[in-house]
């Protein structure tokens, strides 16, 4: 079985400032770990995902994440967020067929001007 | 291309009514999958299609929800005798053949007074 833990449910920065969401793995084999956005009234977006290959991934609209082993952790990062960064992100695990998607219960981002 | 589209957008019903959510896959995809997602959570797995048989339905939560894909295209997930805890933001998913990457629709908003 996995699970996934988003230890923020709620993040505030301004424009311009660096974004970090915070996901925790539990996970019995290796994980295929994803982050998901959803904006309003719109469909998931897949941001990027993690399958065993590099453990640093760049994703859309300049995210990236970090797996780490060691720490159980895939944490969502950019470098400055823009106003249209604001929404709720997802971080996914699931197993090796990737049919087995556990969600975390997400974190709501906000951009300030 | 076209992406996944759920119809409708909003289904308000009575508690005790029958409800019928349709989903539209991606053209090609043999992969499909329900979620749930209720208010201030990620979103929940109900049920996964591989053509048109359910491949795992581990997620349903009780038989009242049932979900037929006959020609494995087109899906409908249909509740019975439905009650207020129903209320949710139905999510559907397809895939290219269930080891890719998944696809999410804008969901269909239910509301059961």
């Known amino acids: 079985a996995q699970s996934v833990t988003q230890l923020d449910s709620h993040v505030s920065v301004s424009e311009g400032t660096p974004v970090l969401l915070r996901c925790n793995y539990s996970?019995?084999?290796?994980?295929?770990l994803f982050w998901y956005v959803q904006h309003p009234n719109k469909g998931l977006q897949l941001l990027l995902k993690?399958?065993?290959?590099?453990?640093l991934v760049k994703g859309i609209n300049g995210f990236e994440a970090e797996f780490k082993k060691s720490e159980t952790s895939f944490h969502l990062t950019k470098p400055s967020a823009h106003m249209s960064d604001a929404a709720e992100y997802f971080c996914?695990?699931?197993?090796?067929?990737?049919?087995?998607?556990?969600f975390g219960a997400g974190t709501r981002l906000t951009v300030k001007p | 291309g076209a992406g996944v589209s759920q119809t409708p957008s909003n289904k308000v019903t009575e508690k005790g009514k029958y409800v019928e959510l349709r989903c539209d896959p991606i053209s090609g995809h043999t992969a499909l999958y329900w979620y749930r997602q209720s208010l201030g959570q990620g979103p929940e797995f109900l049920i996964y299609?591989?053509?048109?048989?359910?491949?795992?339905d581990s997620g349903l939560p009780n038989d009242r929800f049932f979900a037929v894909r006959p020609e494995g295209s087109v899906s409908t997930l249909k509740i019975q005798r439905t009650e207020r805890g129903d209320s949710a933001v139905y999510l559907c998913?397809?895939?290219?053949?269930?080891?890719?990457?998944?696809?999410f629709g804008p969901g269909t908003r239910l509301l059961v007074l």
């Open positions: 996914v695990v699931s197993g090796p067929n990737n049919n087995d998607m556990r």
């Open positions: 993690y399958t065993s290959a590099a453990t």
């Open positions: 299609f591989q053509g048109t048989g359910a491949a795992d």
């Open positions: 998913a397809s895939s290219l053949n269930g080891f890719e990457t998944q696809y």
């Open positions: 996970s019995s084999y290796s994980p295929s």
